[in-house]
């Protein structure tokens, strides 16, 4: 069951030091109730070998992907999952009446559902370490991340046909339906014999 993380939903919604006075904490508190009874999570991951590539490429699966920060992100895992997760429509649908009603609550919206998103991401990453048998993840690398282009979004999604799995779509460019959503590559890191 997915819970917030204040802390984390207050850092995204760039709070810094600042403390919530009480009418804030019982604005947040009702957008982190409508926030959650509009999530409906859903993700697909798919287990797939890696192979070096050349110095400034690696094969994960059927993708030959770009870039020495992915390369060296995969560094000594033989395997890797390729990874989508969303926290589905009905929170855009949320996030939409917010920015027509309250633009704080919106604001605070944004921040809870970011934080759920990554909070959901750690849960699904969780239950893949769970499968592996004493195998470690290695951080999840997403499109976009460092010299990864945000363009391999289209073929990781399509490797796993996320639109069909996990309700999860990509637009002209590049950025997920629903917008709160997440792909990413993650390594599989055997423990030494």
Same mark, same amino acid.
């Given at each position: 069951?997915?819970?917030?993380?204040?802390?984390?939903?207050?850092?995204?919604?760039?709070?810094?030091?600042?403390?919530?006075?009480?009418?804030?904490?019982?604005?947040?508190?009702?957008?982190?109730?409508?926030?959650?009874?509009?999530?409906?999570?859903?993700?697909?991951?798919?287990?797939?070998?890696?192979?070096?590539?050349?110095?400034?490429?690696?094969?994960?699966?059927?993708?030959?992907?770009?870039?020495?920060?992915? /390369?060296?992100?995969?560094?000594?895992?033989?395997?890797?999952?390729?990874?989508?997760?969303?926290?589905?429509?009905?929170?855009?649908?949320?996030?939409?009446?917010?920015?027509?009603?309250?633009?704080?609550?919106?604001?605070?919206?944004?921040?809870?559902?970011?934080?759920?998103?990554?909070?959901?991401?750690?849960?699904?990453?969780?239950?893949?370490?769970?499968?592996?048998?004493?195998?470690?993840?290695?951080? /999840?690398?997403?499109?976009?991340?460092?010299?990864?282009?945000?363009?391999?979004?289209?073929?990781?999604?399509?490797?796993?046909?996320?639109?069909?799995?996990?309700?999860?779509?990509?637009?002209?460019?590049?950025?997920?339906?629903?917008?709160?959503?997440?792909?990413?590559?993650?390594?599989?890191?055997?423990?030494?014999?």
């Amino acid at each position: 069951m997915l819970k917030v993380d204040r802390a984390e939903a207050l850092r995204y919604m760039r709070m810094g030091a600042a403390t919530p006075d009480d009418e804030m904490l019982r604005r947040l508190e009702k957008v982190e109730r409508d926030v959650l009874a509009s999530v409906r999570p859903a993700s697909c991951r798919e287990m797939v070998a890696v192979s070096d590539a050349g110095p400034e490429a690696v094969r994960v699966g059927p993708l030959l992907l770009p870039g020495r920060d992915l /390369r060296r992100a995969l560094a000594g895992c033989g395997r890797a999952f390729l990874f989508a997760a969303t926290l589905g429509a009905g929170v855009d649908a949320y996030l939409r009446r917010c920015g027509q009603t309250s633009a704080a609550d919106l604001v605070m919206a944004q921040g809870v559902a970011t934080a759920l998103i990554e909070a959901y991401c750690d849960e699904c990453c969780r239950d893949m370490a769970s499968s592996l048998g004493g195998a470690a993840l290695a951080p /999840r690398f997403s499109p976009g991340y460092g010299d990864l282009p945000l363009s391999v979004q289209r073929p990781l999604l399509e490797a796993l046909d996320a639109s069909r799995r996990a309700g999860v779509a990509l637009t002209d460019s590049f950025l997920m339906v629903p917008s709160k959503s997440v792909s990413a590559i993650v390594g599989v890191r055997d423990p030494a014999d």
